[in-house]
T-cell receptor
Framework: KAGVTQTPRYLIKTRGQQVTLSCSPISGHRSVSWYQQTPGQGLQFLFEYFSETQRNKGNFPGRFSGRQFSNSRSEMNVSTLELGDSALYLC???????????FGEGSRLTVL | QQPVQSPQAVILREGEDAVINCSSSKALYSVHWYRQKHGEAPVFLMILLKGGEQKGHEKISASFNEKKQQSSLYLTASQLSYSGTYFCGTDLNNRLAFGKGNQVVVIP
């Protein structure tokens, strides 16, 4: 079956701009989580959606937001980009919150 | 609060053994292990549950000490394919909090 698909894979933005990243989970998976990965910091949890509802949120500023659609596809948005937002953003889907996570290959964001 | 992983990095020769650890300051219900190869997505290795249940796809063994709030992953007779960064995740308020990872390099 098809895996988790994230688009775009790479993007470059400048400070102050905003960006929207997309994630299509594995068919049948209703939970979608987002993580920020930067060198030396591991995977930092951003938020998790289940059946269009945000069930959990990490310690990120309000500039980071997300949503989930009825088909379980999810988007995350970062507004007023800062240099420190440069990172690999990973999306993971799962059947439930604490089960096996299936990660996409990520969207690599560079902020100049 | 994210779990603490140690050692930060380990280099070993093919066929050697290594142990990598994951510790938490909070009581654990489960520990998840993932491996990420360079330039690739993290891939699930196993889940260890309180009570001893273990679910995994690979022949990599691990332990879960509930009292010590830690888990260890045993890389036995390491293969070149074991190279990568290993992340442990612990359940925290119904979400997974990952550590910073253990970088493992297996050389011929």
């Amino acid at each position: 079956k098809a895996g988790v698909t994230q688009t775009p894979r790479y993007l470059i933005k400048t400070r102050g701009q905003q960006v929207t990243l997309s994630c299509s989970p594995i068919s049948g998976h209703r939970s979608v989580s987002w993580y920020q990965q930067t060198p030396g910091q591991g995977l930092q949890f951003l938020f998790e959606y289940f059946s269009e509802t945000q069930r959990n949120k990490g310690n990120f500023p309000g500039r980071f937001s997300g949503r989930q659609f009825s088909n379980s596809r999810s988007e995350m948005n970062v507004s007023t980009l800062e240099l420190g937002d440069s990172a690999l953003y990973l999306c993971a889907s799962s059947l439930d919150t604490t089960g096996e996570l299936f990660f996409g290959e990520g969207s690599r964001l560079t902020v100049l | 609060q994210q779990p603490v992983q140690s050692p930060q990095a380990v280099i070993l020769r093919e066929g050697e053994d290594a142990v990598i650890n994951c510790s938490s300051s909070k009581a654990l219900y489960s520990v998840h292990w993932y491996r990420q190869k360079h330039g690739e997505a993290p891939v699930f290795l196993m889940i260890l549950l309180k009570g001893g249940e273990q679910k995994g796809h690979e022949k990599i063994s691990a332990s879960f000490n509930e009292k010590k709030q830690q888990s260890s992953l045993y890389l036995t007779a390491s293969q070149l394919s074991y190279s990568g960064t290993y992340f442990c995740g612990t359940d925290l308020n119904n979400r997974l909090a990952f550590g910073k990872g253990n970088q493992v390099v297996v050389i011929p």
